[in-house]
Every structure is written in structure tokens, then in C-alpha cells.
């Protein structure tokens, strides 16, 4: 794993007044079989979130 990044393959870089995130410069950008799988995982959350926030009525 790499110890800039901690294997999200993104660096922040933050100076005063201006915060900049970029790919890690040692592992490049996420593979794209990698990023479609962690947003297939977050639209299944964002599902059952949006589901239990209509059973509410709110």
C-alpha cells in the first residue's frame, strides 16, 4: 500500500487559503474496475438511505 496516499490513489494538498486534491503521484488514478466498484457499493447505501427516509414521511 502506498504510504502517501494509504491506497485511495488521492493526495490532498492544502496551503492557506487553497485546498487541492489531485491523484497520488506514486499510484496514479484509481483503476477503473476499482472506482466502479466502490460506486456501485455507495449507490446501494444512498438506496436503502433514500428507502428508509421515505418510510419516515419526512
Known amino acids: 500500500m502506498c504510504e502517501l496516499c494509504n491506497g485511495t490513489h488521492v493526495v ?29 457499493a455507495f449507490q446501494i447505501r444512498l438506496d436503502a438511505a433514500e428507502l428508509q427516509f421515505e418510510k419516515k414521511g419526512a
Open 12 to 40: 490532498h494538498i492544502e496551503s492557506p487559503g487553497v485546498a487541492l486534491v489531485t491523484n497520488c503521484p506514486e499510484c496514479g488514478p484509481m483503476p477503473e474496475e476499482q472506482w466502479r466498484a466502490k460506486m456501485d
